[in-house]
T-cell receptor, first 113, second 111 residues
Framework: DTGVSQDPRHKITKRGQNVTFRCDPISEHNRLYWYRQTLGQGPEFLTYFQNEAQLEKSRLLSDRFSAERPKGSFSTLEIQRTEQGDSAMYLC???????????FGPGTRLTVL | LAKTTQPISMDSYEGQEVNITCSHNNIATNDYITWYQQFPSQGPRFIIQGYKTKVTNEVASLFIPADRKSSTLSLPRVSLSDTAVYYCLVEGNTGFQKLVFGTGTRLLVSP
């Protein structure tokens, strides 16, 4: 257990539905990252927060994806109008500073039917 | 960000030493090398990080030659529980730390 928690651990949804995932980072960590991992591949960067500010977004993050980090604590990742291609493991990581180790949560596995 | 190349898979037996080599020919002066381990259905876990020469912790050793164009993760006396995917990453020291993962090395440890 790294101290980063994610909820839910598994989510099955039908195509076209909206889903929201939550990440609770290690409490003193001001940096929070979202990654997506598909089967057989390494994680791919999606977006990054420093405190409550979203400072970077990957081109992978289409306009159906939105992430927030209110008050610089927990973060949510919402996917609207899910597609089968969104099926993946969504990973959250946090770090204390720019060069500090990123600690990953257990991930949320999304299956879109 | 420097691209890394590592073997797709490796097999070993319990009790053996395993060395996984990663090449990163375009590593920049300020870059450092980090290895992560990932078990199925879990997030990656930090193993070790280094800049040059040798780094050792309770889990592994990391060997980096003088030209820093490659690095070798050494796992002493592996056990079945070391079966996992191992990722070599090169991280810059400027800006935010977006980790760039390759496909990793799948290590299978057999009895």
């Amino acid at each position: 257990d790294t101290g980063v928690s994610q909820d839910p651990r598994h989510k099955i949804t039908k195509r076209g539905q909206n889903v929201t995932f939550r990440c609770d980072p290690i409490s003193e960590h001001n940096r929070l990252y979202w990654y997506r991992q598909t089967l057989g591949q390494g994680p791919e960067f999606l977006t990054y927060f420093q405190n409550e500010a979203q400072l970077e977004k990957s081109r992978l993050l289409s306009d159906r994806f939105s992430a927030e980090r209110p008050k610089g604590s927990f973060s949510t990742l919402e996917i609207q109008r899910t597609e089968q291609g969104d099926s993946a493991m969504y990973l959250c990581a946090s770090s204390l500073g720019r060069t500090d180790t990123q600690y990953f949560g257990p991930g949320t596995r999304l299956t879109v039917l | 960000l420097a691209k890394t190349t590592q073997p797709i898979s490796m097999d070993s037996y319990e009790g053996q030493e395993v060395n996984i080599t990663c090449s990163h020919n375009n590593i920049a002066t300020n870059d450092y090398i980090t290895w992560y381990q990932q078990f199925p259905s879990q997030g990656p876990r930090f193993i070790i990080q280094g800049y040059k020469t040798k780094v050792t912790n309770e889990v592994a050793s990391l060997f980096i030659p003088a030209d820093r164009k490659s690095s070798t993760l050494s796992l002493p006396r592996v056990s079945l529980s070391d079966t996992a995917v191992y990722y070599c990453l090169v991280e810059g020291n400027t800006g935010f730390q977006k980790l760039v993962f390759g496909t990793g090395t799948r290590l299978l440890v057999s009895p």
